[in-house]
């Protein structure tokens, strides 16, 4: 018999439909994957699972009983708990404090029993093999990657019978993701149910038994997962042939260097890093997570302090803040990694966020004119396929894909003509994604410079002109060509961090 | 227009809000609505309104100015000693003492947006300074009464307007185009929305922090002298009211205590209801005591209304996101 048994599930916030006539089914002991475009219904389908949101309509039945949870306690009573992409840790407490929140073991005093807390977090982790985690540790010093982990041993720490992963690799590197592919297999084998979202496709053939597809909120396929193949998905996720995902490598590069980097060093995560960036060209940043990637595009933009030249098209640039990285036909833009906490104003229109960084340029004798801005709006608003009901829908209202063209909107709409993309397609619907590799393309033809930068190796590979790849803080290689591969890339980026 | 109604909605709020005081104020002392009473009511509703609008630029921006109260005694009372009572120090007292508030917003300011200093400790320590300098200043003994010019100002009147109503319909003015039609007002709402996100578009963050404050010491310190006029003389005190009132004009007037929302519009229609409402209770037989009471339900009310309101766009957001 099926653990979980949807029929006609239906949604509305206000007068947008989430999901209507969504069904669903999956059975204990299975890793089911749900796929779909972002936008298609998926998230808001988990959250009703999860308590954290009520259906309107439809029936769920768990174990062939009803199923309306009230709250998230509601459904973690039934067995049901959730890992979402949006961390709900507590920064001032430890690892262990988060594991464990609302849910210590207690003593007789009624007070938190530690010994027990510290007995029952080693356990948690010994036996799913947890990467290192140091249950005392704070987690504010903790990379986002960490975070995501730790929020995986939470929703564990409720040994539930059914668990949900909404992205759950996305913010990993690839041996921790390798770890959770693992760990959901694990999971399957244990007689839970684990209900799997990824954008990355390998990821959901590799694990996956069966899979259903959303799109527009509705249920439009079911499958085993050996069964399809991946054009098929793809094809059922966004109702339509999708011929590449990856555009035609046209070299646009030229002799002109766009950014020079000499030496350029930063704490202890970046330890002189010199390159030189040309027009026209797509230039890939790759390597192990944490090797001062963050930190070099971060540099780069004026968001973090450093040591070394840059020249900005042959002219010596000091770049300070990300003010003075922004300004000028020499600035350099950046669309940074946290769409959501750097890059947008969620409760802002989607105009606003658009003008926010050139609205100095909308005004006349000080007064904004809002005839030009609407006008420029409405350029980029078409020009990416910014998929809003108007320019002044709020920028939170909207799927993660579309937010993401409006970052790539409020970059190029600034003089910059050097691009810093910061892993792009995290969390991007497929569809999307191809936009925007596309536009990549698009822009580098234009005489646009861009570093790429992507936590899904195989973008760099398909994507970019040249790879480097970092390591310890320096550029371990530079790989071009037919060296440009997954495996040249995992070489250069492991190899040494061995020896040293 | 519209776009800016459905946008504002907790302004909108505030005016209705105003209105239906106005009718059972009105309801309960016949005398309210007359032309000398709703004089006297926007006079008073105007010194209220001229702090609060650089608490609104202040709490839009993210952050809270509790300086205001000293920052207005010490101009009120500085204004006092300097002119002696004559007219003519004026020309250079009033600027002088503008410009020494706008200092103390600088100082502000530049605390909060250069050395990280949290707002609420920052403001608070400069308003325990003034208030220290001034003790020390006068040993407690009474001001000489205010110039003629000033009393005029704030007393007077100009084709059967109050001069201090023509003055606050200036500044609402001005505000409203900084906010609504300058590059200032974006870039404002941007930073008190999310710094970060602020700070990596290019927004000039610490300069628009520190001009909120400015333009916040800059209308304290004006409200001081008009208040001298309005009273007679300054004394010691006079704007300790102007802390709660100023805050609370700019919550009822529909902005978020975060930051990042809100309208001097909305200010306006906060201070008038505050004002009203100390018009309200003495016809109902309350004590001040009792106003006071009364001012914190409202603000508890009117402030939940909008955190509701908040909290609800959250849940959309979040249900949105597939």
């Not at chain 1, 035609?248 to 995560?269: D, F, Y």
């Not at chain 2, 700019?250 to 990042?260: H, K, P, Q, R």
């Amino acid at each position: 018999m099926d653990l979980v048994t949807v029929n006609g599930l239906s949604k509305r916030f206000g007068g947008i439909v989430a999901l209507s006539e969504a069904a669903f089914s999956a059975r204990a002991g299975e890793v089911h994957a749900l796929l779909g475009e972002n936008g298609a219904g998926k998230s808001t389908f988990i959250q009703i699972l999860s308590g954290a949101v009520k259906h309107d309509g439809g029936s769920i039945l768990v174990d062939g009983q009803d199923y309306r949870p009230a709250n998230p306690d509601d459904a973690q009573a039934r067995g049901i708990a959730a890992v979402f992409q949006e961390l709900s840790l507590i920064p001032d407490l430890s690892v262990e404090q988060n594991i464990w929140f609302r849910h210590e073991p207690q003593t007789m005093l009624g007070t938190v029993n530690r010994t027990q807390t510290r007995r029952n977090t080693l356990a948690l982790l010994e036996k799913y093999d947890f990467p290192t985690l140091r249950p005392e540790q704070e987690l504010r010093r903790l990379t986002l990657a960490e975070r995501q982990i730790v929020e995986i041993a939470k929703g564990l720490a409720k040994n539930p019978r059914i668990l949900i992963l909404d992205e759950a690799t996305s913010a990993l590197p690839a041996r921790e993701a390798e770890w959770l592919l693992k760990l959901t297999r694990q999971l399957a084998a244990e007689g839970r149910l684990v209900i799997f979202i990824s954008h990355r496709m390998a990821e959901v053939r590799a694990i996956a038994d069966r899979l259903t597809i959303f799109r527009n909120g509705s249920t439009v396929a079911a499958h085993e997962a050996n069964t399809v193949s991946d054009d098929e998905i793809v094809t059922r996720m966004i109702g339509r042939h999708l011929d590449r995902l990856y555009p035609e490598r046209v070299p646009t590069m030229t002799q002109r260097i766009a950014l020079k980097v000499a030496n350029l060093t930063s704490g202890s995560r970046l330890s002189g890093v010199d390159f030189s960036l040309r027009e026209g060209e797509v230039l890939g940043v790759g390597g192990l997570q944490g090797h001062g990637q963050r930190e070099l595009f971060q540099a780069l933009f004026g968001a973090t302090k450093a040591g070394g030249m840059i020249e900005l098209w042959g002219k010596p640039a000091a770049i300070g803040n990300p003010r003075q990285a922004l300004t000028g036909k020499d600035g350099i833009a950046l669309v940074p990694e946290d769409r959501r906490g750097q890059g947008l104003l969620l409760t802002k229109s989607v105009r606003e966020n658009l003008t926010l960084s050139v609205i100095r340029r909308f005004t006349e004798n000080g007064l904004l004119s809002r005839q030009k801005e609407a006008a420029l709006v409405k350029e980029m608003v078409d020009f990416l396929r910014i998929r809003a009901g108007t320019p002044e829908q709020l920028a939170g209202t909207l799927s993660g894909g579309n937010q993401q063209k409006v970052i790539f909107g409020k970059m190029l709409l600034t003089e910059a003509r050097v691009l810093l993309l910061y892993d792009p397609t995290r969390g991007v619907d497929v569809g999307t994604k191809g936009e925007i590799f596309q536009l990549m393309r698009d822009l580098a033809a234009k005489g646009y410079a861009i570093l790429f930068h992507s936590s899904d190796m195989p973008e760099l590979v398909h994507v970019a002109d040249r790879v480097l790849v970092m390591r310890n803080g320096r550029i371990a290689a530079a790989l071009e060509g037919e060296h440009i591969s997954e495996e040249g890339i995992l070489r250069a980026a492991m190899l040494e961090t061995r020896a040293a | 227009m519209s776009a800016f109604l459905a946008r504002n909605r907790l302004i909108v709020l505030a005016y209705a809000g105003m209105v239906v005081l106005l009718l059972v104020t009105a309801m309960f002392s016949p005398g309210f609505l007359s032309v000398s009473n709703m004089r006297s009511t926007v006079v008073l509703a105007a010194f209220v309104g001229i702090v609060a609008l650089g608490q609104t630029f202040v709490i839009i921006g993210g952050g809270i100015d509790l300086s205001v109260p000293w920052v207005l005694n010490s101009a009120a009372i500085v204004m006092a000693l300097l002119c002696g009572g004559q007219d003519l120090p004026l020309i250079w007292v009033m600027p002088l003492l503008l410009a020494g508030g706008a200092f103390i917003g600088l100082v502000n300011g530049v605390g909060v947006a250069q050395f990280g200093v949290p707002p609420i400790i920052m403001t608070l320590a400069t308003n325990v300074i003034l208030q220290g300098l001034i003790l020390v200043l006068t040993g407690g003994s009474p001001t000489p009464s205010a110039p003629a010019l000033i009393q005029f100002l704030s007393v007077g009147r100009i084709g059967g307007f109050p001069v201090v109503a023509l003055i606050w319909l200036a500044l609402t003015l001005a505000a409203t185009l900084l906010l609504s039609k300058a590059a200032f007002g974006r870039h404002l709402y941007a930073l008190g929305t999310s710094a970060t996100v602020a700070e990596f578009s290019g927004v000039p963050t610490a300069r628009t922090t520190i001009l909120t404050y400015v333009v916040s010491g800059l209308t304290a310190a004006l409200a001081g002298m008009l208040l001298t006029g309005y009273s007679g003389q300054a004394y010691l005190g006079m704007g300790d009211a102007y802390l709660f009132t100023s805050i609370a004009a700019v919550a009822i007037g529909g902005a978020s205590i975060l930051g990042g929302s809100g309208h001097y519009l909305g200010t306006v229609a906060g201070a008038m209801v505050l004002t009203i409402l100390t018009g309200l209770l003495p016809a109902l037989n309350l004590s001040s005591g009792a106003l006071l009471v009364v001012y914190g339900a409202v603000i508890l009310i009117t402030v939940s209304i909008g955190s509701e309101t908040f909290a609800g766009l959250g849940g959309r957001i979040r249900g949105r996101r597939a």
